[in-house]
């Protein structure tokens, strides 16, 4: 059974803080992604990562960025968090090859004051 | 890069009626188009797939249909019930990645 884990359920951090986010999985995954979710936008990827100190920008990278020194474990930072990166962040994994399917953490619920 | 467009935003159905939610994608290099449902306050979780070599794909009561042509690909979900209630992700994949459409918010009123 595929496990994604992230640090935190929620958090709550003001302006201008560095923030990590934090996600784990235990499947010897290759591959795993970013997404932050936002009402009527659907998942949006941020960043992925194909390989450990692998990472390639997804499609709203700016204000991020990743880092993945282990193979099962990805991080993604907020330098100076700001009020527009409210918002729900969801790690997801994948092995490589022909299946496709992500599997996804419980997401983190981050508010910026 | 990927455009992927879907509908209805939100969706209310009787228990028992059928459901359908609409997808239209840009990339016709696309060939792998994966349906996420999540439910309140869980992770999303796929619940069924289709690859571009087929037209139909069924998995008791959800089917996808996929049309190459037009470029668009629609979930079936029939004798609705409660716990089909949440909000369901259509995507498609394009260079590895998968694009998200925007969400339907499917609720299903007994």
């Known amino acids: 059974d595929v496990k994604v884990t992230q640090s935190s359920r929620y958090l709550v951090k003001r302006t201008g803080e560095k923030v990590f986010l934090e996600c784990v999985q235990d499947m010897d995954h290759e591959n795993m992604f970013w997404y932050r979710q936002d009402p009527g936008l659907g998942l949006r990827l941020i960043y992925f990562?194909?390989?450990?100190?692998?990472?390639e920008k997804g499609d709203i990278p700016e204000g991020y960025s990743v880092s993945r020194e282990k193979k099962e474990r990805f991080s993604l930072i907020l330098e100076s968090a700001s009020t527009n990166q409210t918002s729900m962040y969801l790690c997801?994994?994948?092995?490589?090859?022909?299946?496709?399917?992500?599997?996804f953490g419980p997401g983190t619920r981050l508010t910026v004051t | 890069g990927e455009n992927v467009e879907q509908h209805p935003s939100t969706l209310s159905v009787q228990e028992g009626d059928s459901a359908v939610i609409k997808c239209t994608y840009s990339?016709?290099?696309?060939?792998?188009f994966p349906w996420y449902k999540q439910e309140l306050g869980k992770r999303p979780q796929l619940i069924i797939d289709i690859r571009s070599n087929v037209g139909e794909k069924k998995d008791q009561r959800i089917a996808v249909t996929l049309n190459k042509t037009a470029k668009h690909f629609s979930l079936h979900i029939t004798e609705t019930q409660p716990e089909d209630s949440a909000v369901y992700f259509c995507?498609?994949?394009?260079?590895?990645?998968?694009?998200f459409g925007a969400g339907t918010q499917v609720v299903v009123t007994p």
């Open positions: 997801a994994s994948n092995i490589k090859g022909e299946s496709y399917e992500q599997y």
């Open positions: 990339d016709s290099a696309s060939n792998y």
């Open positions: 990562s194909y390989d450990v100190k692998m990472k």
């Open positions: 995507a498609a994949i394009s260079w590895g990645k998968l694009q």
